[in-house]
């Protein structure tokens, strides 16, 4: 793990950081100036942990480049993401209200840039702006939909719903393009629906036999047909 604290160019980052993430990126420049001399950055290299579950949640993580997994361990090993953090998403943020411990694990998908809030400078940033509570309240309610999205779906989709809901969904609605690229590999993609790598490659030569997809690479998929997607 690299410290990038002391680097010539971290106000640089810790400003792009702050402008990327929603519940920042509203503020006046005197107020952002004020959050990036509380940022810490730090960097990742791919499949490492950034915490694990049982260590003390003292700090709100926000991803500044790369991709971050969020997932916890069923008694028996078995990983079960629940969610993937891009660019200007970010984790911790229970911290904010109480010193407790992480229940989950994060780890870095790819190399990756974390800019750190200590619990303590977020606690005073809140009581001094307190538009900044409004967009984290904002955040959980989205979360808790997701979440709660996540759990209907498995317990009431087919696995081939689920698959065909998740590439619709991770379409760029601002392009024209119908190319999605998968965040994750296909492993992980299983862990997410709740299913298995095997059956993840068995559905999309499915889905390709139909004439629904097409699979450019490994993790570059074109949807020819959205709506037939939908109605498998």
Same mark, same amino acid.
């Given at each position: 793990m ?14 792009y ?20 001399t ?9 499949g ?6 049982g ?5 709100l ?16 090993? &078995? ?5 993937? @953090?891009?660019?200007?998403?970010? +984790?911790?943020?229970?911290? *904010? $209200?109480?010193e ?9 998908l ?15 940033l809140?009581l001094k702006?307190p ?10 309610s989205n ?27 991770s379409?760029d ?7 999605v690229?998968?965040?994750?590999? &296909? ?5 997410f @629906?709740?299913?298995?790598?095997? +059956?993840?490659?068995?559905? *999309? $030569?499915?889905?390709?036999d139909?004439?629904?997809i ?6 570059k ?10 109605l498998i």
């Amino acid at each position: 793990m690299k410290d990038h604290v002391h680097c010539h160019h971290c106000g640089l980052e810790n400003d792009y950081c702050i402008s990327l993430v929603p519940i920042f990126n509203h503020l006046e420049k005197p107020q952002m100036d004020e959050v990036m001399t509380l940022i810490h950055s730090k960097s990742y290299k791919k499949g490492e942990d950034i915490y694990q579950s049982g260590h003390t949640s003292d700090a709100l993580y926000i991803v500044r480049k790369g991709r971050v997994k969020i997932y916890r361990l069923s008694e028996s090993g &078995k990983e079960q993401i629940l969610r993937i @953090l891009n660019p200007g998403d970010f +984790t911790g943020e229970l911290a *904010l $209200f109480n010193e407790s411990v992480h229940d989950a694990y994060a780890s870095a998908l790819s190399d990756t840039d974390i800019c750190m809030i200590k619990r303590n400078d977020l606690q005073n940033l809140l009581l001094k702006y307190p538009n900044i509570s409004m967009r984290i309240l904002s955040e959980f309610s989205n979360r808790l939909a997701q979440s709660e999205t996540q759990t209907t779906r498995f317990a009431t989709e087919r696995v081939e719903m689920r698959i065909a809901l998740f590439l619709v969904e991770s379409l760029d609605t601002k392009s024209e393009s119908h190319v999605v690229d998968l965040p994750m590999s &296909k492993k992980d993609l299983a862990s997410f @629906l709740g299913t298995t790598p095997e +059956t993840i490659s068995r559905k *999309l $030569f499915e889905f390709e036999d139909a004439g629904l997809i097409k699979q450019i690479t490994n993790k570059k998929i074109e949807i020819m047909d959205v709506d037939g997607l939908l109605l498998i």
